[in-house]
């Protein structure tokens, strides 16, 4: 079973940054695909960014282009979300997710994510 821990979060003002860590354990599979979620008060989960752990082929999604930057540490086991130039937009809890990898574009799929971490807050004020 995998298992996901979200750390990094906080509160930051317009413009601020903050990097988000997922530690990952319980692998079973030789490639899994990881990615960041987001969901503000009132509003549907949205991904964020997108990772395979094999290849390291990256995805983002929305407003995370070219603001926030996914990454990992394969050696560690660990997942990150760089988040630059944040907007109070951007504020809501950021989950980190996980499934097996099936195929080449697979992990830009969201729908069918099957492991998820409890999340941390990111709050961005104005």
């Known amino acids: 079973q995998v298992q996901l821990v979200e750390s990094g979060g906080g509160s930051v003002q317009t413009g601020g940054s903050l990097r988000l860590s997922c530690a990952a354990s319980?692998?079973?599979?030789?490639?899994?695909?990881m990615g960041w979620f987001r969901q503000a008060p009132g509003k549907e989960r949205e991904g964020v960014a997108a990772i395979s752990t094999g290849s390291s082929s990256t995805y983002y999604f929305n407003s995370a282009k070219g603001r926030f930057t996914i990454s990992q540490d394969n050696a560690k086991n660990e997942l990150y979300l760089q988040m630059n130039s944040l907007k109070p937009e951007d504020s809501a809890m950021y989950y980190c997710?996980?499934?097996?990898?099936?195929?080449?574009?697979?992990?830009?799929?969201?729908?069918?994510?099957?492991?998820w971490g409890q999340g941390t807050q990111v709050t961005v004020s104005s």
């Open positions: 319980g692998y079973t599979s030789s490639g899994y695909c």
């Open positions: 997710a996980a499934k097996n990898w099936q195929y080449v574009d697979s992990c830009r799929y969201l729908n069918d994510y099957a492991y």
